[in-house]
């Protein structure tokens, strides 16, 4: 299986997968569903193939996020192992310099513990581990360049979610430092037209993969998230 056919319809945006071992963020504002698609596409994905995943919620405790996964019809695969660090906020939040290294740590552990069988791993999301650093931007650039060139290395396929503070539209091209670090960034967005509101999913960029450009709608189905064309 690929990563484009674990999500309803997403293999009509793509002509050709993810590629492996690339960086991909998952961007948008509240609501648009970041780490429902990135957690289905995950799942879905190990579920069919001979590979494990780690899966790092740094915002909400386990037991809820899969409450929230199961609330959209979205199974959770044995594959894919859920690291809660929800509990270091509240017991480290004084010595959090030192988390971006403690991730590193623990997803490099992660693999050498699972092998060469560790293929993926997400991070939800960037926005909560940037308010636990007390680093300057230029200097949380550099670190995180770091971070990401050795979890390629590493032959992971890295998915980053990062939720936006304004709800930018379809014709907004800005990008933060996060997107000039990225591979691909998968935009989720909300879309407003009158008095109905349509959730979207537009790929901005994604290197070495033929995709298509434009907004398709994004929404939760009884098996999940699907994705189909609409008219915007």
Sequence with gaps: MRFVDTIDGLNEVFETDIPKNSVVLVTGAAGTLKSGFTFQMLSNYLEQQDEYGLYITLEQSKENHLQNMDSMGIDLSSKLHITDFSDYRILYDDFS????????????????????????????????????????????????????????????????????????????????????????????GMHLKGNVANRYLRVRKMRAASHSMEPWILTVSENGLKVYKGNF
Excluded at 117 to 131: E, H, P
Aim: hydrophobic residues 40%; negative net charge.
């Design 97 to 188: 310099d030192d988390l971006l290294d403690i991730l590193e740590e623990n997803i490099i552990q992660f693999k050498k513990n699972v092998g060469n069988k560790c293929s993926c791993v997400a991070i939800d999301s960037l926005g909560a581990l940037y308010s636990l650093l007390n680093v300057e931007p230029h200097d949380m650039r550099k670190r995180l360049y770091k971070m990401l060139e050795n979890l390629r290395r590493e032959k992971l396929t890295t998915f980053l979610i990062l939720e936006e503070e304004k709800l930018s539209g379809m014709s907004d091209p800005s990008t933060g430092m996060e997107g000039y670090l990225a591979d691909g960034i998968i935009e989720l």
